[in-house]
């Protein structure tokens, strides 16, 4: 990175940036430089101790996280902070300004609006998320993605009525990369557009071979990621999906998760609503750990919700973790949504969810997800022990 030209800042200088122009920042003594659109610089030649940079990040974050008004309207930024300190983390301005980029990455992917000093661990990190992101670009043509499927069970019957379509990487130096490793590297360096597509044109056409071979009228459930969502592609490539594998659309069901939705209501409303005109089904994921607006569930055309694993942890011993599901599952359901249930592990916890009436459920229970061949060959297996 070529090392930026660095202004003198007066005590008190400001931003030039429109948007963060009432920040004002109270520097003793320091440099700061843009050095991109939304990226700044700040050298502070005398700092005593490690402290002093946190000290100065802490106000940073907290003058940038104060609304400011537009327009009329009420803005508000988030802003993510990566510190380097000399000598430790590099001797010349290249490498310290190299590891404060390191730490601000790291500090965005904690969930923004915070600080991280940069450190050893984090290059290292870095340093594989930068490998991953290469070898990603790859991995789809040399045959290691591919989708697991875990059987969506009918909770009074026991019957598998579709399956959830989860990505994996199996990397020929690093072994089984989790999703929730690669799917962030694949939305960041867009490459989530491609892997998408993918997993939307296998799931829907198994889904179709499985339909034709007898196993039963499946849905098969996808994840969209957040990215894909935003992206203006979506609905064709739903479209193609359907078309190329000949699938009905309402064997299909749309995963998307709470913030997902949140994020832009008034958009989401719209691409939502695009879906469901097509015939399909919308999921919310991970219910009950982002926004759970009740408003939202009302506004949005959904039909299902998928109560996150970190509430079924606990029941029945944990009495709020009870609670809450018992309650989630009767709001939903006097809402016209079906309720399924992520992570079920126990007996236990299936005995609950059956006498609070949650209407499906997925989990180590019944079974992990499984590559193709043993998903058709336990659905073989159940149809022929119920003689169907
Ligand atoms: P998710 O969609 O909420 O998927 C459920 C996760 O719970 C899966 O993790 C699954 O393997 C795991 N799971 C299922 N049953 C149990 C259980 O009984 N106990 C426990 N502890 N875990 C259970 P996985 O496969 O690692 O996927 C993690 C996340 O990655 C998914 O969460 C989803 O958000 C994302 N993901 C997976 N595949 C895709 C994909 O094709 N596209 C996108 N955009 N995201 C995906
Ligand atoms: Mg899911
Ligand atoms: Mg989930």
Known sequence: MPTPELQKVTPGFRFASSIISRTVLTLTDGWATSISGDEFTIFIPLIEKTDNARQVATRILSSLAKPCTIANQEIFLTSSIGIAVFPDDGEDLDTLIKHADI???HAKQQGKNTYQFYSAEINARSERRLSLETQLHKAVARGEISLHYQPKVNISNGAIIGAE?????????????????????????????????????????????????????LCISVNVSSQQFRQDGLIRIIRDS????????????????????????????????????????????????????????????????????????????????????????????????????????TEAQLQFLKNVYCDEFQGYYFSKPLPEAEFV??????NKKSGG
């Open 165 to 217: 379509a989860l990505m994996r990487w199996n990397h020929s130096e690093f072994g089984m990369i989790p999703p929730l490793e690669f799917i962030p590297i694949a939305e960041d360096s867009g490459l989530i557009t491609e892997l998408g597509a993918w997993a939307l044109h296998t799931a829907s056409t198994r889904c179709k071979q499985w339909q034709a071979g007898g196993l039963g009228a």
């Open 103 to 105: 730490a601000m990455s």
């Open 242 to 345: 359907l078309t190329q594998a000949k699938l009905d659309p309402r064997y299909l069901v749309i995963e998307l998760t709470e913030s997902m939705i949140m994020a832009n209501p008034t958009e989401s409303v719209a691409a939502l609503r695009e879906i469901k005109e097509m015939g399909l089904k919308l999921s919310v994921d991970d219910f009950g750990t982002g926004y759970s607006s009740l408003s939202y569930l009302k506004r949005f055309p959904l039909d299902e919700l998928k109560v996150d694993c970190s509430f079924i942890k606990d029941i029945p011993d944990d009495a709020d973790d009870a609670a809450i599901t018992a309650t989630i599952i009767t709001l939903a359901h006097s809402l016209g949504l079906s309720v399924v249930a992520e992570g079920v592990e």
């Open 377 to 382: 060959a336990l659905l073989q297996d159940k």
